[in-house]
């Protein structure tokens, strides 16, 4: 099992469109957890942090579920600004000072 | 102002040249970071450094040698360059456990 796991998609949507992500880990004493976005040809750009609680900024909401291994980002109210990759990271916890393990991306299309 | 800046931004050269990228950070961080994301997209870390120390060095060939002359800088050198070095290289940097922030990515381009 691959340590980060995510659905490559794309996911194709329409604007005003609810979408949600999953994304998988195998490291069970992962300690932090974030989400990331990239455009074509751009850096990652972090969106948010994901707290045990679960979190919520705007549109986006972040959970964690630890006892199944996966956090998830939701999306509401889609717009066309939204189409990019999203990375989920995870910080293993035996991988030493902060380094991020990323999945491959989920890539998102909001249309018209 | 950009936080996080490495040159150069592109990058072409011919296979078995040796060529660097450089990075300098803002931001006051403590850890600076080198990945490769290649052609399917794959973000993979390579190099770590805390206060100019090395602390992660993931399976990389030898021929890619970072330094870091002090906190805010990390450059990544490269002996001969193969056509499989063809990525994008992303410096990131971060304080303690905080999420990282990436510089804009160096595009190299192996002919």
């Known amino acids: 099992r691959k340590e980060v796991e995510q659905d490559p998609g794309p996911f194709n949507v329409p604007e005003g469109a609810t979408v949600a992500f999953n994304c998988t880990y195998s490291?069970?004493?992962?300690?932090?957890f974030f989400w990331y976005r990239q455009d074509c040809r751009k850096e990652p750009k972090l969106l948010m942090s994901?707290?045990?609680s679960g979190n919520e900024d705007g549109r986006f909401t972040a959970q964690l579920n630890r006892a199944s291994q996966y956090i998830s980002l939701l999306i509401r109210d889609s717009k066309l600004s939204d189409s990019a990759t999203y990375l989920c990271?995870?910080?293993?916890?035996?991988?030493?000072?902060?380094?991020?393990?990323f999945g491959k991306g989920t890539m998102l299309l909001v249309s018209p | 102002d950009t936080a996080v800046s490495q040159t150069p931004k592109y990058l072409v050269t011919q296979m078995g040249n040796d060529k660097s990228i450089k990075c300098e950070q803002n931001?006051?961080?403590?850890?600076m970071y080198w990945y490769k994301q290649d052609s399917k997209k794959f973000l993979k870390i390579m190099f770590s450094?805390?206060?100019?120390?090395?602390?992660i060095n993931e399976t990389v060939p030898n021929r890619f040698s970072p330094k870091s002359p002090d906190k805010a800088h990390l450059n990544l050198h490269i002996n001969s360059l193969e056509l499989g070095d063809s990525a994008v290289y992303f410096c990131?940097?971060?304080?303690?456990?905080?999420?990282?922030?990436f510089g804009d990515g160096t595009r190299l381009s192996i002919l």
């Open positions: 990131a940097s971060s304080l303690d456990s905080q999420p990282q922030h």
């Open positions: 490291n069970s004493a992962s300690q932090s």
């Open positions: 994901v707290y045990s």
């Open positions: 990271a995870v910080r293993p916890l035996n991988s030493g000072y902060s380094t991020l393990t």
């Open positions: 931001l006051g961080h403590d850890t």
């Open positions: 450094y805390n206060n100019k120390e090395l602390i």
